[in-house]
T-cell receptor
Framework: EAQVTQNPRYLITVTGKKLTVTCSQN?????MSWYRQDPGLGLRQIYY???????DKGDVPEGYKVSRKEKRNFPLILESPSPNQTSLYFC??????????????FGPGTRLTVT | KQEVTQIPAALSVPEGENLVLNCSFT??????LQWFRQDPGKGLTSLLL???SQREQTSGRLNASLDKSSGRSTLYIAASQPGDSATYLC????????????WGAGTKLIIKP
């Protein structure tokens, strides 16, 4: 089954404790991205990756890191989480061509609470 | 800067009615527009994708239209059912180096049995 998986689905942590949210897709997609969703603010892009070893900042990258060592995986790293990073996080992937990004598929989301 | 607006923010209708959700965007230079559904506490499910060269797409009881010149898209839901209750989001893929998706805030739809 074609899908985007994220782990963990729920996480409660304390300020400053490094954490990683994993994301994996089995559709051989080139394009992957991370979003956060907050009430009243909608979805905002954190980082995206056009392909392996190519990553770039989205709208709200501060406090986050990503890596793309393999095509299927795109982990999100919070080196020193703070309470303002409490949010619902989504990983997404799309196939892409030379000038087009196609339909976007989303993971189930990770609800992160930082106390 | 591209902005995407969805009106209304919330909508409650009786079961069986046909309904239209609206999405407007300020810049017509887009790659495509995608409609999503989000159920409470869950991820986003893609409903329909309309390429910039297309006028509409249909899937079952759903029909999405795109009018780039006026910066509008509509999602038509025929014969609504309680299971259609969810938040519906539209997003446009903009023509820049980031291939970024710009999101509307969503329409929360409640279908009353």
């Amino acid at each position: 089954e074609a899908q985007v998986t994220q782990n963990p689905r729920y996480l409660i942590t304390v300020t400053g404790k490094k954490l990683t949210v994993t994301c994996s897709q089995n559709m051989n997609h080139e394009y992957m991205s991370w979003y956060r969703q907050d009430p009243g603010l909608g979805l905002r892009q954190i980082y995206y990756s056009m392909n392996v070893e190519v990553t770039d900042k989205g709208d709200v990258p501060e406090g986050y890191k990503v890596s793309r060592k393999e095509k299927r995986n795109f982990p999100l790293i919070l080196e020193s989480p703070s309470p303002n990073q409490t949010s619902l996080y989504f990983c997404a992937s799309s196939s892409s061509g030379a000038t087009q990004i196609y339909e976007q598929y989303f993971g189930p989301g990770t609800r992160l609470t930082v106390t | 800067k591209q902005e995407v607006t969805q009106i209304p923010a919330a909508l409650s209708v009786p079961e069986g009615e046909n309904l239209v959700l609206n999405c407007s965007f300020t810049d017509s230079a887009i790659y495509n527009l995608q409609w999503f559904r989000q159920d409470p506490g869950k991820g986003l499910t893609s409903l329909l994708l309309i390429q910039s060269s297309q006028r509409e797409q249909t899937s079952g009881r759903l029909n999405a239209s795109l009018d780039k010149s006026s910066g509008r898209s509509t999602l038509y839901i025929a014969a609504s059912q309680p299971g259609d209750s969810a938040t519906y989001l539209c997003a446009v893929r903009i023509l820049d180096s980031n291939y970024q998706l710009i999101w509307g805030a969503g329409t929360k739809l409640i279908i009353k049995p």
